[in-house]
């Protein structure tokens, strides 16, 4: 068996998009490297998409640079870059059989028949597909098609693969599902992902690193640990996980829900304390999250693991809440 | 429980009585007199239908019109095609101003734009007299009058016909299924043979019997372009109506041209379901 996959590097140079006096993305400069898993997240409208499609070679860039493993791919058009693309909604063809579409970037390149239809197998095997090659796309489900549309964006080897929110047709349940296939699929071909979302679960849970996109630049960019562990902005800190926003001494500090202790007024402990008011209570199964007031630090959302301590501390009893000095992370923004 | 839809069924047939009524009275009725007519008229049974293969004239008329409507069917919906393409990849502003000149081509008379097209390409037509006082012929061509001028004037009649088909099938396209196909390394050409025009047959197929029908009922073009010279089916069967008095066989082609259509759209319910052709949309 050939290789199953390619994985190729990306550099953008102070990549630009401007439409008419609108700036969709403005000098981004970024490295993904060969082999790994990075998502652009971010809100709609924050430049991910077109960032991807710049990429891709469907938007001209206004200036700036992309490489691919070091050489120039600005000016080259989208079939000549041989990137694999997942489009939202797929993009299948719907006159082609499952077979015929995973086939089809092989069939443009006329390779020899032999050649693809043991490649087309060894994707169908690769996606679990192997029962569905003579059906329709319109006869699979939406997880199905899916697969069919990584199947058929990797067919070809590509050494970079680009996903637009391939997840965002798909129910709850079965996203989770799927980003495990997913990343399972990253592991064993090794080709260099770049993935669009909006949602910071799919972008916690799959990446390597995380870009996070805000009105068409780069807000952070990190592993998905220290991008929530250590945000550097307030945007960042809303954007990926929930985050209270604490002034003191002219700056801000982010503090994480989950990293506040919570105990009836008297009984807490820690380096940082302050007293409080419960303004409501509500039961998530996993955690409490309660709403906390704070003279002088307005509403303070505090999760609590359910499991833990007995019943909830009803509304309106005073409580401690209490921190740890690291649990407050220093913005970069004023305050 | 069961009552209720057999009120609402009461109802519903009572608001469309009037309607049902007129279809039988004007639609149905003359379509079955007509029939009768064809197997009646002057004696009973068969001879008109008869005639088909005995006369040599009538044989040639027929063959006239299938080859004329054949061609100028290919030729509107290629038109229609890439006039429909056009518009698909214009921008918003200019598709809107393009819809409303293709429409507008519907409000002008047929008489109207088949007389101008004698004006324009007659004997003594403007190009004619134009391309002479050039010095670049000596002899008008003669585009008129002929098998040509009919081709000319019913592709011009035609095309905004095969043009609306399909635009609505091109409209229904996901613009990334294009994409897609691009990234997957597939040239234009190929993105156009392979997923473009599949993906727009059912519009083809639409606009060509839309356009096959109507042209072969077409009588003001054929006699007025072709000047007596191009006799097709529905200029044979008004001069056996109106002149020769022949009601017999003109109710025989009008039947004949009934059932071609019938069994055409049959033979087309065959290969792909006619809803999707009569939607315009998804295959």
Redesign the interface.
């Known amino acids: 068996m050939a290789e199953l996959g390619k994985s190729g590097s990306l550099q953008l140079k102070a990549l630009t998009k401007h439409y008419g006096t609108f700036t969709a993305v403005e000098n981004v400069d970024l490295e993904i490297q060969s082999g790994e898993f990075l998502t652009l997240l971010g809100p709609s409208g924050s430049g991910k998409t077109t960032l991807l499609m710049m990429m891709a070679g469907f938007q001209d860039i206004t200036s700036g640079d992309i490489l691919l493993d070091g050489r120039s791919i600005a000016a080259m058009p989208a079939e000549k870059r041989n990137f694999g693309m997942v489009f939202q909604g797929y993009a299948l063809f719907p006159h082609m059989t499952v077979r015929d579409n995973i086939a089809y970037p092989l069939s443009v390149r006329k390779r020899p028949k032999a050649e693809i239809d043991a490649r087309v197998g060894e994707m169908m095997e690769l996606v679990r597909l192997g029962d569905f090659a003579h059906r329709l796309p319109k006869e699979l489900s939406g997880g199905q098609q899916q697969r069919v549309a990584l199947a058929r964006a990797l067919c070809f080897a590509p050494p970079v693969l680009l996903l637009d929110e391939p997840l965002g047709a798909l129910d709850k349940n079965l996203r989770t599902e799927v980003q495990a296939q997913l990343k399972d699929i990253h592991h064993r071909i090794g080709t260099t992902f770049v993935y669009v979302t909006h949602d910071q679960e799919e972008a916690l849970s799959m990446s390597d690193r995380i870009v996070i996109m805000r009105n068409g630049h780069i807000e952070q960019l990190g592993t998905p640990t220290a991008l929530y562990q250590q945000p550097t902005t307030r945007f960042a800190a809303s954007f990926l996980g929930k985050s209270n926003f604490l002034h003191r001494d002219g700056a801000v500090y982010a503090l994480r829900p989950e990293k506040i202790d919570l105990a009836a007024a008297g009984h807490g402990q820690g380096a940082n304390k302050v007293a409080g008011i419960v303004q409501s209570v509500t039961y998530f199964g996993s955690v409490l999250k309660y709403q906390v007031e704070v003279l002088g630090m307005g509403l303070i959302e505090v999760d609590v693991d359910a499991w833990r301590g007995g019943a909830p501390l009803p509304e309106h009893s005073p409580v401690d809440l209490t921190w740890a000095d690291n649990a407050a992370v220093r913005l970069n923004d004023q305050s | 429980m069961s009552a209720l839809p057999r009120h609402v069924l009461n109802t519903g047939w009572i608001l469309v009585l009037p309607f049902l009524v007129l279809v039988v009275a004007l639609f149905l009725g003359p379509i079955v007199n007509i029939l009768w007519l064809s197997v009646s008229e002057p004696t009973p049974g068969l001879g008109n239908y008869a005639k088909l293969f005995t006369s040599d004239s009538l044989g040639r008329i027929i063959g006239t019109t299938v080859r004329i409507c054949v061609i100028s069917t290919a030729i509107s919906v290629a038109l229609g095609y890439s006039i429909a393409y056009a518009m698909v990849h214009a921008a918003d502003a200019s598709r809107n101003k393009m819809l409303g000149l293709l429409l507008m081509s519907f409000w002008i008379s047929v008489l109207v734009r088949t007389f101008s097209w004698l004006m324009l390409l007659g004997r003594n037509g403007v190009v004619n007299n134009g391309l002479e006082a050039l010095g670049i012929i000596s002899q008008p061509i003669s585009f008129m009058r002929n098998e040509l001028g009919v081709l000319i004037g019913m592709v011009h009649y035609m095309v905004p016909y095969a043009v609306l088909p399909i635009l609505a099938s091109m409209q229904s396209i996901?613009g990334?299924?294009v994409?897609?196909?691009?990234?997957?390394?597939?040239?234009?050409a190929?993105t156009f043979w392979?997923?473009y025009l599949?993906?727009t047959r059912a519009g083809i197929v639409a606009a060509s019997l839309l356009v096959f029908i109507i042209n072969l009922g077409f009588y003001v073009v054929p006699a007025v372009l072709g000047g007596g010279k191009v006799l097709m089916v529905a200029e044979y069967i008004s001069v056996q109506v109106l002149v020769t008095l022949q009601w017999g066989t003109a109710a025989m082609l009008a039947a004949l041209m009934l059932f071609g259509v019938l069994a055409l759209l049959f033979l087309m319910s065959r290969f792909m379901k006619l809803s999707t052709v009569f939607g315009g949309g998804?295959?």
Do not use: E, F
């Not at chain 2, 994409?179 to 234009?188: D, E, F, I, M, Y």
């Open positions: 996901d990334r299924v994409q897609a196909s691009r990234s997957l390394g597939a040239t234009g190929q392979r997923v599949p993906l998804k295959a």
